[in-house]
Every structure is written in C-alpha cells, then in structure tokens.
C-alpha cells in the first residue's frame, strides 16, 4: 500500500485557505499514486502554537481571549459545504485519508482536537477526538472522548489514528491493537523531537507500521494582526519543524525524520505485519485476557 504524509503549513486561522491547501495536497497525493493520505494534528486551521509562546496562563488576559475567539470563528463544522469539499475530493481520487481538524463542539464554544477519517466510498467514518489536550492545550481544547478509538479498512488493509502525545498513552495504543490495526497514523504538530522515539516504539509494540506525520510553523506564518504575534516573535522565530517519519514492525526505519515542508511516500507491505506477529501479538496469542483486560468506552459523549 503506499502511503503519503503531508508535512505542510497551514494558512494559519484560515479554514477556507487551509482546505484549499488540502485539496491542492490531496490532489498531489493521488497523482503520484497515493493510497492513503494523512495530514498533521488540527491542521485545519493550525494548532494553537501561541500556548506555548506567550502568556497562555493570564486566561483573562484580553489578547487571549481574543485568540480563542478567533480560533473558535475559524473552527470546523464536518456537516458544512466547506469541510464536504474535502468529502467530495476523496470520492474523487480513492483515496482513504487522515485530516487533523478543531472541531467546533455543539455548543458553538468549545472545540475538540480531531482527527477525521474519510472513506472514498463511506464518506467520513470516525472522527477521534483527542482523550487528554497536552499541557497548554488544556487552555484551547476540550476533552475528546473514546468513539473514534477505532480501526478502518481499505483496500484490505486495517488503518488507525491517533492525535500527539496519545500515543504515549499505553491504554490507547492497546485499544489501536486489538482494532487489528496495521498501518498507524500518528498525526503531530510537527517537531523531529516528538517523534523519533515513539513512531519506532510503537512500531516495535504493536508489530505494525506507524506513521508519523507532522507540520511545520514558524514566525513568518502567523497573520500580522494576529493578537499574540509580538510575544511569539520574542520567542523565536521556529516552532515546529516537520518530524514526518515511518517506521516498520521489527522497530526499524523505513524514512527517518524529516523536516521541511513535503509529501513522504513509502509503499508499505502489509504482509510484514504478519510475519512480525509469528513471535509477538500484543492483543492475540500474547496477551492474557484472563489476567489482563482493556474495555474501551466508544460512547459519543457530547
């Protein structure tokens, strides 16, 4: 199967600007022969990079209010004609795909951590919203929950995704194994740093292909009138600088780390999966259910 990680920037704070990135992406994808395609953590439109570069504590400060208010605008609805563009190109090519988005919650003012799976012919087939935001995060996302805890088939082949640092959480990447999962998807904000030990050891673990797929930010993609720039500015001029790699079950590397904007493709054979369960299936004839037990609840909760 191949596969393609897209290590891009988005228009940042701009749904509209950003999917059109993603269909242009998308498109580019498909032509060199995609399979599936994946995109980094809420990409559209743009992780909350400013958490970690300004007073993000001061939650009454009037600069951060006025940044999650502009975030909250530019938040996704999935039901809308907008994000059906997206729908619509994946009928188009075939192609299954992974896009991180800041879902817009019911109530119109929260928004989750989501990572959307669409199916060429199913349309959109789970939305997985992020368990626990990460530190700062916690001041932008709301609590997600365990309905897209989840794995997906195409073409014959069991997919998977998880947001950032769950998948350092043990309980999550145990509930992706006993999905059957193959090829996982790990979509990240985008910093060499962050996936160079988990991509190989959840590989290793879980005797599957993961990919990990990450984005790139940096001073000069923040809006000018964006309320918090000066402060990020002062704080240097990159945040995140790609980190896409992929990794093979015996742990090893198929690509490395890479930064910079890019499409990372790799053909994947699926019957090395199979080959590394002989010794090793953490969720089959190596675990021990009547000892160990893992129960997931896929409840929708909001």
């Known amino acids: 199967m191949r596969i393609a990680a897209v290590q891009a920037t988005p228009a940042f704070l701009s749904r509209s600007g950003t999917i059109d990135i993603v269909l242009a992406r998308l498109g580019e994808a498909a032509a060199h022969g995609a399979e599936v395609v994946a995109f980094p953590e809420t990409f559209i439109p743009g992780y909350p990079v400013w958490g970690s570069h300004s007073n993000s504590s001061s939650w009454e400060h009037p600069d951060q209010q006025a940044a999650f208010a502009r975030y909250l605008d530019q938040a996704v609805d999935l039901s809308g004609p907008e994000f059906g563009q997206i729908v619509n190109a994946v009928k188009d090519t075939g192609v299954f795909v992974y896009v991180g988005v800041v ?35 916690r001041m932008v996302w709301a609590d997600g929950d365990g309905a897209g805890l989840v794995s997906h088939q195409h073409q014959g082949v069991h997919l998977s995704g998880l947001n950032c640092w769950e998948n350092w959480m043990p309980l999550a990447r145990s509930a992706m194994y006993a999905a059957g999962t193959e090829i996982h998807f790990a979509v990240w904000p985008g910093a060499v740093g962050l996936t160079q030990d988990l991509t190989r050891f959840m590989a290793r673990e879980g005797r599957i292909f993961v990919v990990s797929v990450g984005g790139v930010y940096g001073i000069d993609d923040i809006p000018e009138d964006f309320p ?43 019957a090395e999966v199979r080959k590394a369960r002989q010794n090793f299936d953490p969720a089959g004839h190596y675990s021990r259910p009547d000892v160990l037990r893992l129960e997931v609840n896929r409840n929708r909760l909001a």
């Open 228 to 270: 918090l720039r000066d402060q990020m500015a002062a704080s240097g001029p990159t945040y995140f600088n790609g980190g896409t790699c992929i990794a093979g079950p015996d742990g090893e590397w198929i690509v490395e780390p890479v930064r910079g904007e890019q499409i990372v493709y790799a053909d994947l054979d699926v």
């Open 103 to 137: 879902e817009r919650s019911a109530s119109r003012g929260s928004v989750y951590c989501s990572l959307v799976a669409i199916d060429p012919a199913q349309g959109m087939v789970s939305v997985h919203r992020k368990l626990k935001p990460t530190f700062d995060e």
